[in-house]
């Protein structure tokens, strides 16, 4: 079977979010499976040089963009095993950030026609499915049922559309379907592109592609509700038979904290107090008192809306009256960034606000943090609580997407679970959950069993690639 996965960004090329490490890893496990499968992008001029100088250019050629033909080089670099193909115009891709541009919608139309274009250049390589991800791809499956159908090569050809983050639907004017797509005004139809008076990238993946899948079963049932479903819950619900939901997974190989070259002293199931050597660094690194006994509360995350840091914002001066240490790390809108710096000011021994991203520190809040905080909003799946779950970091999370299907509450009586977990939307639902799971932590046995839990759950990709692999496999 030959796959063609089409993503707006892959690890460790580029990655602004958890959809960079999903085009790394799930074609790596799908590889090992026997699939071939192949990964194409853009060609980011923030892309290193070091990557750069290992490429092979293989192609050049023109692709429509309207009434325009533009410039497309194709390189080519084997990764971890797996073939990736880079698609170069530096008027569109050589930018200082991939998206958020004037022009998105131009630059990601060349991207969905050049990857049809490129199908032509690749040697020995017709895929039998695209699977395209996120509104960036959205336009492949209506390009390739508009254009590309007439020939021999592309007739048979199948799609898969992922849907990473519903919220992000690639919403352009109405003019960019015949000036930069091609597509006549019929086009411009409730049962096609049309979303008010304007077109969606991500409703033309969802109509247009023969599956359709989210990354995780509890999201893909809570997009086809009006609070979840951002204007489109509607047509997921007339096209629910060929919705599924898939939950990402991580790679091993690149989170172990038995191998992790990036963390002071690695540890695993049998080797637990190491990971308090690691707490004790984290303590000693951010200023904080160095205390085993103090719980350490980690948050890696986009400090946006979703996140669920309004809730924490709500109640930020109780969290910090708890007996505990509060390790903050990454970027977003300005009121969280300016709410975590002021308070680590007024509480310097109790909150460590790290503005900016470092994948060593974060390395380091995974092993050292006794707790992993993630009250989001909405959480398509999210990677962070899986991450915590390898590295022994016990999950505290809202039930929702993938948290809902990935964090287990813990049961004292049972012994089951992998976390702790609240279903409201509501601030003081979650501080209760915090001072639940710091009084539990002062009981080590007890700690340790949810500890060993988490370490021991699948969080890798293996399950997850045998289900893609099954879902490829309906339409093959």
């Not at 004790?280 to 951010?286: G, N, P, T, W």
């Not at 501080?431 to 539990?440: F, G, K, S, Y």
Request: net charge negative.
């Amino acid at each position: 079977m030959k796959v063609l996965f089409v993503a707006s960004e892959a690890a460790p090329f580029l990655k602004t979010g958890g959809l960079a490490d999903v085009a790394l890893s799930l074609p790596k496990y799908l590889k090992k499976s026997g699939v071939d499968i192949r990964v194409i992008m853009p060609k980011y001029g923030k892309i290193s040089d070091e990557f750069k100088s290992k490429m092979d250019h293989i192609a050049e050629y023109s692709v429509p963009v309207g009434w325009r033909n533009q410039y497309c080089g194709l390189d080519h670099i084997k990764y971890d095993g797996v073939d990736f193909y880079f698609m170069d115009n530096e008027y569109y891709f050589k930018r200082h950030e991939p998206y958020g541009h004037y022009d998105d919608g131009e630059i990601f139309s060349f991207f969905s026609r050049g990857v049809l274009e490129s199908i032509k250049h690749i040697d020995d390589f017709i895929p039998d499915i695209i699977h395209c991800n996120d509104w960036h791809t959205g336009m492949v499956p209506v390009l390739l049922d508009a254009f590309y159908r007439y020939d021999i090569r592309f007739q048979n050809i199948k799609t898969v559309y992922t849907i990473h983050n519903l919220k992000y639907q690639g919403i352009f004017s109405r003019s960019i379907l015949t000036d930069l797509l091609g597509l006549d005004d019929s086009y411009f139809a409730e049962d096609k592109l049309k979303f008010y008076d304007a077109i969606s990238f991500m409703k033309g993946g969802i109509i247009y592609s023969d599956i359709v899948n989210t990354v995780s079963e509890s999201y893909a049932n809570e997009i086809r509700t009006p609070y979840y479903g951002e204007n489109l819950d509607g047509l997921l619900n007339s096209i629910s038979y060929k919705l599924y939901g898939i939950v990402n997974g991580i790679d091993h190989d690149a989170y172990n904290p038995r191998k992790d070259k990036n963390i002071p002293k690695n540890f695993g199931l049998t080797t637990m107090k190491n990971k308090l050597v690691n707490k004790a660094e984290l303590q000693k690194q951010l200023g904080l008192p160095v205390d085993k006994d103090i719980p350490v509360i980690g948050l890696v995350s986009r400090l946006v809306n979703q996140k669920g840091l309004d809730l924490i914002k709500g109640v930020i001066e109780e969290i910090l009256h708890l007996d505990i240490q509060l390790v903050i790390l990454g970027t977003g809108e300005q009121t969280y960034e300016d709410l975590f710096e002021y308070y680590s000011h007024i509480y310097p021994e109790k909150l460590s606000s790290n503005i900016g991203f470092s994948d060593k520190l974060a390395k380091l809040i995974y092993a050292g943090a006794d707790m992993f905080l993630m009250p989001s909003l909405f959480e398509p799946c999210g990677i962070g609580q899986l991450i915590a779950l390898r590295y022994g970091t016990v999950p505290i999370v809202r039930e929702t997407g993938g948290l809902k299907d990935t964090i287990m509450p813990y049961n004292k009586y049972t012994g089951e679970g992998n976390g702790f977990s609240f279903t409201n939307y509501n601030a003081h639902d979650m501080l209760n959950v915090i001072q639940l799971a710091i009084e539990t932590f002062k009981d080590k046995k007890q700690w340790l069993a949810i500890q060993k839990n988490g370490m021991k759950a699948e969080t890798s990709w293996k399950d997850s690639a045998k289900k893609y692999n099954e879902l490829y496999k309906k339409l093959v």
